[in-house]
């Protein structure tokens, strides 16, 4: 079993940093470039994430080959002590629109437990890391969530879209009118749970419903926690990987009770 800050535990961080700055590589190298569409693949985001899918199981397969890379096929799942759990391109339709927000997200699980995480923005060059109970980090510099309370001109992140389960996006718009939050749409809620991580922004929301092992949450948990922040879904409730996940809250600690009590209010009032 890895313990806390083990030199396991310290090589495979070295090596999901690595992964993670490779995988951003393969992102700045493709963007924009023409490639030819297949059956499964019609979008430049798609034909990217792929790549970078490659080249991470090959590096896994090579470095690691008793570890398991994490499919969306249960089978293939069963039965593995460590998993690497990956989001190649987090911020994918605006990848696919040259807007440069787009993140690729890599965790390690021990026995479904995080115990390391690597995010990396590869258009400003920032990596994000977190071991567990070893704290998190920027490039280097170790990293905690702001103390900023709901108030006027505190920054929260929405991610929202049109067929999204939860229309947070019209409740933090109420929030904004009550309180006067600068509510902001990143992009890719794993960039923006970053900014969380790194006090730029106080909270971020996503209105998406999820079942099951999430690659959004894998990494995004541990390096928020490990900065001292919390991740839950909108209600509050612990976020786990066997039951459906009703959205994402992710929060400082100063302003995570507010939001929930606030949103909770909302889907009151607006229930039929």
């Not at 924009?32 to 693949?41: C, H, L, Q, S, V």
């Not at 339709?93 to 690597?118: D, R």
């Not at 390096?223 to 839950?232: K, N, S």
Request: contains cysteine; hydrophobic residues 40%.
């Amino acid at each position: 079993m890895v313990q806390k800050n083990s030199q396991t535990t310290v090589q495979y961080l070295d090596f999901a940093k690595r992964l993670a700055i490779g995988a951003g590589s393969i992102m700045v190298d493709l963007e924009g470039k023409p490639f030819k569409p297949t059956k499964d693949i019609n979008y430049i985001n798609e034909h990217v994430a792929k790549e970078i899918e490659k080249f991470v199981a090959k590096e896994i397969a090579t470095t690691l080959p008793d570890h398991n890379l994490f499919d969306f096929q249960p089978s293939l799942n069963a039965g593995v002590d460590y998993e690497w759990i990956c989001d190649y391109v987090d911020g994918a339709y605006c990848y696919s629109k040259e807007h440069k927000i787009s993140v690729t997200s890599i965790a390690l699980q021990y026995k479904n437990k995080t115990i390391v995480s690597a995010i990396y923005n590869p258009w400003t060059r920032q990596l994000f890391y977190a071991s567990k109970d070893g704290g998190a980090f920027l490039n280097d510099k170790q990293i905690n969530t702001s103390h900023d309370a709901i108030a006027t001109g505190t920054l929260v992140d929405v991610e929202w879209w049109p067929w999204a389960n939860y229309d947070v996006d019209s409740w933090l718009h109420n929030v904004s009118l009550e309180t006067g939050i600068y509510a902001l749409h990143v992009g890719s809620v794993i960039h923006a749970a970053c900014l969380v991580a790194s006090g730029s922004f106080a909270a971020a929301v996503l209105g998406k419903s999820m079942i099951g092992k999430n690659h959004e949450i894998a990494a995004i948990k541990l390096i928020i926690e490990e900065a001292g922040g919390l991740l839950t879904d909108l209600e509050g409730s612990t976020v786990g990987y066997k039951n459906e996940i009703k959205g994402l809250l992710i929060a400082n600690p100063s302003c995570h009770q507010d939001l929930v009590k606030r949103y909770i209010t909302y889907e009151r009032s607006t229930a039929v």
